[in-house]
């Protein structure tokens, strides 16, 4: 499995943007799903977005429309697009990626996100 490291996350005025970005330490090529979920303080982890190898995405209806994932395999990246960002969006954001084949999960520490009105 690969070990993930979020970053980017910081303190926006509502309406701003900002890009999240998941760097891994190998190879991304081969990974199933990833995708990027947020938890803010006493709330369940929630999934933002996702997105398959095949280059398929799923949004989170609060977020559709406003954010976009991508990977970029070339990189071992993926990244999160945030923009009209809401005082709502300002959580812990962690990444993660789902190897089914190898059968291998794996999360990142978090960046924080913080949007002010």
């Known amino acids: 499995q690969v070990q993930l490291v979020e970053s980017g996350g910081g303190l926006v005025q509502a309406g701003g943007s900002l890009r999240l970005s998941c760097a891994a330490s190998?190879?991304?090529?081969?990974?199933?799903?990833m995708g990027w979920y947020r938890q803010a303080p006493g709330k369940q982890r929630e999934l933002v977005a996702a997105i398959t190898s095949g280059g398929s995405t799923n949004y989170a209806d609060p977020v559709t429309g406003r954010f976009t994932i991508s990977r970029d395999n070339a990189k071992n990246t993926l990244y999160l697009q945030m923009n009209s960002l809401k005082p709502e969006d300002t959580a812990m954001y962690y990444c993660?990626?789902?190897?089914?084949?190898?059968?291998?999960?794996?999360w990142g520490q978090g960046t924080q996100l913080t949007v002010s009105s």
């Open positions: 993660n990626a789902v190897h089914a084949v190898a059968g291998w999960t794996s």
């Open positions: 190998g190879s991304i090529f081969s990974i199933n799903v």
